[in-house]
């Protein structure tokens, strides 16, 4: 099983930049996919990036593309997501999440991923 821990929300104003990182507390397999996703209240969860471990191919969320990039560090086996020009509409709580058996179709799902983290709090003030 593997446990993942996100890190660096916070409460920022509109314009400025936030740094999320997911460590991985047990070993990632060379197939599996690691993600971001986000949820604020009374919305769906919603994919922001994810990356297949191996190739490291990614995706991300229509409405971050251009603002957020996603990046990975093999050895440290972290996630680390860069939030650039954050908007109101990105505060939500953010969460990490592993996918055993990935594909680039599935991977922007939430419901195929198989452990989650306990989530960050993101807010963005105008």
Same mark, same amino acid.
């Given at each position: 099983? *593997?446990?993942?821990?996100? /890190?660096?929300? !916070?409460?920022?104003? *509109? &314009?400025? $930049?936030?740094?999320?990182?997911?460590?991985? /507390?047990? +070993?990632?397999?060379? %197939?599996?996919?690691? &993600?971001? +996703?986000?949820?604020?209240?009374?919305?769906? @969860? #919603?994919?922001?990036? *994810?990356?297949?471990?191996?190739? &490291?191919?990614?995706?991300? !969320?229509?409405?971050?593309?251009?603002? +957020?990039?996603? $990046? @990975?560090?093999?050895?440290?086996?972290?996630?680390?997501?860069?939030? %650039? /020009?954050?908007?109101? #509409?990105?505060? *939500?709580?953010?969460?990490?999440?592993?996918? @055993?058996?990935?594909?680039?179709?599935?991977?922007? %799902?939430?419901?195929?991923?198989?452990?989650? &983290?306990? !989530?960050?709090?993101?807010?963005? $003030? /105008?």
């Amino acid at each position: 099983q *593997a446990h993942v821990v996100e /890190s660096g929300g !916070g409460t920022v104003q *509109a &314009g400025d $930049s936030l740094t999320l990182s997911c460590a991985a /507390s047990t +070993f990632i397999y060379a %197939n599996d996919a690691i &993600g971001w +996703f986000r949820q604020a209240p009374a919305q769906e @969860r #919603e994919v922001v990036a *994810a990356i297949r471990w191996r190739l &490291g191919d990614k995706i991300y !969320g229509d409405s971050v593309k251009g603002r +957020f990039t996603l $990046s @990975r560090d093999v050895a440290k086996e972290t996630v680390v997501l860069q939030m %650039n /020009s954050l908007k109101p #509409e990105d505060t *939500a709580v953010y969460y990490c999440a592993v996918d @055993r058996s990935p594909t680039p179709t599935t991977m922007k %799902n939430a419901h195929n991923y198989d452990y989650w &983290g306990q !989530g960050t709090q993101v807010t963005i $003030s /105008s």
